[in-house]
């Protein structure tokens, strides 16, 4: 395979030679970097300034005068209340920016308000610097070299070791592979831990995939340990709470969300966006930068629905969009860089990778409930590409967050009951919409077994699959693998658990098709579609109950089992074909009512009898839920919040009412505050917008019903006083 080697450009003029220069202007040989406090406008925001032309700035070179030096750090520091250190990256060459680190090119930045230096390069040699981090103590500086190399097919390969030096600008010293990501430091040893991710595989796509998260002591860096090896990772951004016992974390093309650490660890999906941060205290907060760029979502386990808190509130970011976004060693202070601007003439689309000559560093002030950011300070103003910053601010590592619990129970991260399959010759998983669903293969390949909605498909309050309009469609590589055991004669067994809405009759749905077999029910009955026709297996009694098909060389052997243990077997003496295609692998259909699926393995063997027992565990705490309360009202529509456009997936919208009638349930106000999906995977909803003035009959349930609302974008509305309801009606989107 051919290789090329990405070399970096460089500047025209060395540090060296530019300084001695008789012949430089004394106004681009003088440090141009400042610091301000910039504080969040109250009230009305002031309209943004004009994205271009952006401002000339000279550009930043690698010491700083000592007056400019102290005036910074005095500000720095009344700002932060202590000493507080900075690192970060800078891309050197003048009208190019690299803000994902693939280059050489960069200066290692700092900024200590406990000397005389100001902003300076820690180190002179330019070089990569990827991903600085700051020790517990703030006095060791950890990074990422990292070498990039594309082959023919434009596919990079990364080459990378974690660096050690500090404050005194120490030759750099080489302590292990992989890519750093944190350090935490246990509360009961004291033993300062360095987080790093390794396997970095090759890929075409823009953010880095490893194979395993691991850690080592600081002291000891030979001495690793595996932490996460369930699913690939991207190392930006991931972050340890204070415990150790969470971890902010995204799969690559994936939700970001919470990683569960330990021997019960597991990973929840908390919502789309990327560059996911949490709290360095005890609280466990995520957040999570939304796809604008522009805002954050936050969630906490104590709360059940996520809120906004906006990023370019400030007059500077107001220009464009922000990146990098991490949590300092406090709790009530971020870091960030932005603002981005793609420039006139550029493509559609986000402006990371087509700007980065206007980003600077930025710390940010959460108020004490992390509502929003009271104020910023700009670190640099320059014209050059500032990236990756990492706060340490002293005494931060014991500050906490008053107004969240620092107490929690010890769960798993992963959504629902517990549900154990077993992983021998496991092909396809998938439990809910939360979990991360990965398979790893006999010979280590991984499979990533996410669904692609389709349609009007969406999940359900049990994060199940909703099977009434639309289809799920596993990724190409899961149904690939599914097709090849199909193909090679083994035994292939589905298992899932079966969700059906009372009453039974009336409801209806395609559920499955696999190679060799569709399955669909009606009125109670599984009709299973084998080689050989049509056979009948039920009746499904209602509630949840698990679903067993076996595909052998002998025939078919179907079990269902509901909750209180009764289970019935049937089998169809068909012979399976050999003809499978990736293609024949859903889950759903156009159409279905009140049906939908969970607690979804395929294997390349059959089950024992003992297995399918074990894995039907679930369904007693499922049949245990009870329904949420059910409203029905005919109203008036009041006002209706901006939608998004069709290009951002699925969202909801705010709508207001007017209530004009009660049909069924208790109601007693006289507005009703109700959450529409308006998109659904790309497609608007059909009837969205709607008119205020007119009149619609409403199906309604209690969004605190509703998890998998979570991770859903909503255009909200202003409405004191009123508990927000979620529309249930099946929604329809154009064919």
Known sequence: ???????????????????????????????????????????????????????????????????????????????????????????????????????????????????????????AKEDNYTRPLLSADGATILYTSKVVTWDAEDTKHYSTSIMRTDWTGRAPERIADGCAVDTWVDPATHTEWVYAVRDIIPSPLAAMEAKRLVRFPLIDPTNSEVVWDQSRLTPDNMQLSRDGTRACAQPPQSHAGLLTLGEEGGFKKLAPGSWPLIAPDNSHVVAILNEDHRSLSLFSEESDKPWSVDLNDQRDLMRGEVWHPRWSSHPRFITLTGPYNAGPGAEEGSAIGKGGLTSEVFVGKFNDKLSEIETWFRITDNALNDNYPDVWIEGGGKAEL?????????????????????????????????????????????????????????????????????????????????????????????EFILHIDEPVKG??????????????????????????????????????????????????????????????????????????????????????????????????????????????????????????????????????????????????????????????GDYTARRVLVKHWTLLNGRAVTGFPRKPGAEYDLALEPVDAQPQLKPVRCATLEAAGLAPWFDTATPVVPR
């Open 507 to 664: 409801a209806f749905a395609t559920l499955a098709s696999i190679p060799n077999l569709r399955l669909s029910i009606r009125d109670g009955i599984i009709n299973a579609e084998t080689t050989r026709g049509i056979i009948g297996i039920g009746p499904v009694e209602g509630g949840v109950v698990h679903f067993t098909a076996a595909i052998a060389e002998n025939g078919y052997t179907f079990t269902l089992r509901d909750a209180a243990g009764k289970s019935a077997t049937r089998l169809s003496p068909a012979k399976p074909r050999a003809n499978a295609r990736a293609a024949d692998f859903t889950f759903g259909g156009i159409s279905g009512k009140g049906v939908g699926i969970s607690h979804v393995a395929i294997y390349a063997r059959a089950l024992s009898a003992d297995e399918m027992h074990d894995h039907a565990a679930p369904l007693a705490a499922l049949a245990k839920q009870e329904r949420p309360p059910a409203l029905r009202l005919h109203a008036k529509l009041v006002e209706v919040a901006q939608q998004q456009s069709p290009a951002d997936g699925s969202a909801l919208a705010d709508h207001i009412y007017e209530v004009l009638k009660v049909t069924e």
């Open 402 to 494: 008053a107004a969240f619990s620092q107490t929690h129970e010890s769960t798993t991260a992963a959504a629902g009951p517990a549900w154990n399959p077993g992983r021998d010759s496991l092909l396809f998983i998938w439990e809910n919409s939360a979990a991360t669903n990965t398979v790893k293969l006999s010979g280590g390949r991984e499979i990533d077994c996410a669904l692609e909605p389709q349609r009007a498909a969406r999940y359900g309050r049990n994060l199940e699959m909703r099977l009434d309009a639309g289809t799920f469609a596993p990724k190409a590589g899961a149904a690939e693998i599914v097709a090849e055991a199909s193909r090679a004669a083994m035994p292939v067994t589905l």
């Open 1 to 123: 395979m051919a290789v090329r080697a990405l070399h970096p450009s460089r500047s025209a003029l060395s540090f060296r030679a530019f300084m001695a220069c008789p012949d430089s202007p004394p106004s681009l040989r003088r440090i141009a970097l400042l610091a301000v406090v910039l504080v969040s406008s109250c009230g009305e925001k002031s309209p943004p300034p004009p994205a271009a032309p952006p401002e000339q700035k000279p550009a930043a070179l690698k010491t700083m005068p000592a007056a400019e030096a102290r005036a910074l750090s005095s500000k720095l520091e009344s700002f932060t209340g202590a000493r507080t250190r900075v690192v970060w990256t800078q891309y050197q060459p003048e009208k190019s920016a690299d803000p994902r680190s693939n280059k050489s090119g960069h200066l290692l930045m700092g900024l200590d308000t406990g000397d005389e230096k100001g902003i300076h390069a820690i180190l």
